[in-house]
């Protein structure tokens, strides 16, 4: 592929994932500027091998004296019950010696920007950026940079860059998940093993059949192919983009240090002002690094596509497989420590002290010096030191980042004087630890911190909503459902709902026959805003309809559409539903700012729900009935697997083991939602608010539902699972 020449006045940074100290060496001998890690604890690869803190502290000195950064993955949420691990965590040290935070939970950000102010955070792309409004809302809050939602394309890479001047971190190449990043429930459902907590078991990569599919061949819709962006690299530059990253923490350093490298091959000629063009070797051995099937540039210049997806295959060898062929090609990371050339110059001069000094350049340009002085240089009474003596001494540099040559090292020492083999050996070491002071980049160390748990602060946000505790609110998603509801408050069936949310599609595209039904009874009708936000979408009509006071607030699931509405309207009452997620006190408080009340995350079990009640206000409502969402996909399986009707409706998918997953096609906002094969069904409470939710349920399953939940009835006799209920997920 051949361009015109780059013209970028900035160095991007090119970020390498490690899983081992073998892949952390492996990327920086490879040309990464930084390597994103996780300690034991609250990385989103739990799987992978991570880092001890003595492991974390030896990488960063390191880096730091390369010039490098590392950054610390603190990206899964974190439960009320495990804050103590997180302060723990904080007061090991670890945290004072990384360049930058990645966070998923916004609790966690609000814990570091009140113990660790100087250490800049990072918006994981687990928090489903895909607009500028998020964006600034993050910015507001302390983030220094935002990892978007890898579904989103140029030109929304470009609104956010231009709207708020972030930095922003893309992924250019590896793995990629069919769900957007944190909307996936999947793993969570069938197993146990959330990928919020870093435990995805990865049930996109297995079989999947559509109903409507006549042929009946099982294939593999949700399976996507690797991302590989080196043909598209000027242009995600050029959308704003600071810094590339790569995927692959838990892929062996081979893959690390191949990926890495020709991907520093090519941001150099971009870097310097060269000639773009793609050498096809290049593109074949990224291919034959551990891929799924054939590689894809991803969503950056398409919405979704079946070109995007291996389809016949899941293209993934098993851990086994790599293990084998890691095996029998281990990259020798003591071997491949990235070396920092240094000039001595030593003065050995009779009644003096003996001087060395060192002097290098690091690959960024900087300059440094060391300096040291040992004891006094004595007349030879038997034996002297000779130049050559000096130099062996000053070559023993071992498997530190240092290396010099012979002609790089300058001795001024007379005749017949003496000093010792191992004074020399001191001097060398002495000189080579402040060339590394000096040669660190500035890491803020705070030695006076203290992890102190605050206690509760009064709450300084929006008063709660005036609902009577053990009330129920209802979710629908079709105008069937409203029909229902509206009969059954005729006949005095509903007289403890105290809201109800009306899916955005539904109201977007019937709104009039569902809104004049909902008018009609006596309680308040509140827009459930979209799942994902895009740019395009419009949603001034429902702006419209709150302006005049047919529909009362909003559920709000994205951190998009909560700016974009808090912005708009100061005191419109506002609840945050279950994927915004309030896993503990401090993300709730955080989210107390913009919203009356959340939704319990449907992941926490009973007894983790009121661990979390008892340290917060505002976590005032769960979901009790209703099939929760497993995917939020920005592909569509009826697109995939046959072709696109733009006709919203439902599909079905069924497994290996024959159970049926309902999906969503909403073709208003061009997307996806996958669905449990059974609904969530659990008691509701005389303390929270209980909702229920309804998706693909046709009116006489409403009715039973509705009767049966609201009047009491404990023998619903309906396939349903209870959930998390009583099995704390991992």
């Known amino acids: 592929m051949a361009s015109e020449f780059i013209k970028y006045n900035k160095k991007t940074e090119l970020l390498a994932p490690a899983g081992s100290k073998e892949s952390f060496y492996a990327a920086l001998s490879a040309g990464a500027d930084a390597v994103y890690m996780a300690a034991q604890k609250f990385g989103a690869r739990a799987y992978a091998g991570n880092f001890t803190n003595d492991e974390i502290f030896e990488c960063a000195d390191i880096a730091h004296l390369l010039g490098k950064r590392i950054y610390l993955t603190v990206n899964t ?54 607009g500028p409004y998020a964006a ?51 793993s969570s459902v ?3 093993r959330s990928g919020n907590r870093g435990r995805c078991a990865q049930p996109c990569r297995l079989p999947y059949r559509l109903v409507s599919d006549r042929s009946g061949e099982e294939k593999y819709p949700l399976s996507l192919k690797d991302m590989c962006t080196l043909e598209i690299l000027p242009e995600i530059i050029n959308s704003g983009v600071c810094s590339l990253k790569v995927e692959g923490r ?102 003096h002290p003996a001087s060395l000094n060192a002097f290098c350049e690091t690959s960024d340009g900087r300059q440094a010096y ?53 004074g020399i050996n001191e001097l060398r070491r002495a000189c080579l630890d402040d060339l590394s002071a000096n040669l660190r980049v500035d890491i803020i160390n705070n030695d006076s911190f203290s992890c102190k748990r605050s206690e509760n602060a009064e709450n300084q946000g929006f008063s709660p909503l005036n609902d009577k505790p053990g009330m129920y609110s209802i979710l629908i998603g079709t105008a069937s459902q409203v029909y229902v509801i509206h009969n059954l408050y005729d006949e005095g069936e509903l007289a403890e709902i105290c809201r109800i949310y009306i899916e955005e599609s539904l109201l977007m595209e019937d709104g009039s026959d569902v809104l004049s039904h909902i008018d009609a009874l006596n309680i308040p009708a509140f827009a459930a805003l ?15 309809l709150y302006e005049k006071g047919v529909i009362k607030g909003f559920l709000i699931r994205t951190l998009e559409d909560l700016c974009l509405v808090r912005g708009k309207y100061s005191d419109a009452p506002i609840i945050t539903d279950f994927n915004l997620y309030t896993y503990n006190s401090k993300a709730s408080a955080f989210l107390d700012t913009y919203s009356f009340d959340h939704t319990y995350p449907l992941e926490l079990s009973n007894t983790e729900c009121r661990e979390l009640a008892a340290s917060s206000d505002n976590v005032s409502e769960r979901v009790i009935y209703g099939r929760a969402p497993l995917m939020i996909t920005a592909n569509c399986i009826r697109k ?37 094969s059974v609904p969530l069904l659990i008691p509701a409470s005389d303390e929270v608010t209980s909702r229920i939710e309804f998706t693909d349920e046709d009116e006489n399953m409403c009715r039973i539902i509705l009767k049966s939940i609201v009047q009491g009835d404990s023998n619903l006799d309906i396939p349903h699972t209870a959930g998390w209920q009583n099995r704390p997920v991992m």
Do not use: W
């Open 640 to 676: 995939t697997l046959k072709s696109c009707s733009h006709k919203p409706g439902f599909e079905t998918i069924i497994d290996r083991k024959g159970i049926a997953f309902p999906v969503k096609c909403d073709c208003l906002h061009c997307m996806n939602v996958i669905y449990n």
């Open 370 to 422: 060391g300096y040291a002085e040992g004891e006094i240089v004595q007349q030879a009474q038997k034996t002297s030191i000779g130049r050559t003596d000096v130099i062996k001494s000053l070559k023993k540099l071992g498997n530190t980042v240092f290396s010099t040559d012979e002609d790089m090292i300058t001795i001024d020492i007379e005749n017949d004087v003496f000093y010792s083999l191992k």
């Open 77 to 130: 949420l974190v439960k009320e019950k495990e804050l103590d691990d997180l302060y723990e965590f904080a007061e090991s040290g670890v945290c004072d010696v990384c360049d930058g935070f990645i966070i998923q939970d916004l609790g966690v950000a609000s814990f570091f920007k009140e113990n660790k102010p100087n250490i800049p955070i990072h918006a994981s792309t687990q928090m489903s950026v895909t």
């Open 530 to 544: 979209s799942q994902i936000r895009r740019k395009g979408d419009d949603i001034s009509p429902l702006f419209i």
């Open 250 to 351: 838990m892929k062996p350093a081979e893959y690390v240090y191949g990926v890495i490298s020709i991907y520093r091959k090519y941001l150099d000629l971009i870097d310097f002002g060269k000639e773009y063009r793609i050498d096809k070797k290049d593109l074949e051995t990224l291919s034959g690094l551990y891929v799924r099937g054939n590689l894809s540039h991803g969503y950056y210049d398409r919405h979704n596509g079946k070109e995007m997806v291996t389809v016949s295959s899941h293209g993934y060898r098993s851990d086994s497989d790599d293990k084998a062929e890691s095996d029998n090609n281990r990259f020798k990371s003591l071997d491949c420590i990235p070396k920092i050339k240094v000039n001595f110059s030593a003065l050995f001069k009779k009644g």
């Open 190 to 192: 069938l197993g146990g």
């Open 136 to 186: 600034e809302l993050l910015k507001r809050n302390g983030f220094s940079r935002v990892v978007p939602a890898r579904e989103i394309s140029f030109d929304e890479i470009r609104e956010i860059y231009d709207k708020t001047g972030m930095e922003i971190e893309c992924f250019i190449h590896g793995a990629m998940c069919y769900s957007y990043s944190g909307q996936c429930l999947f």
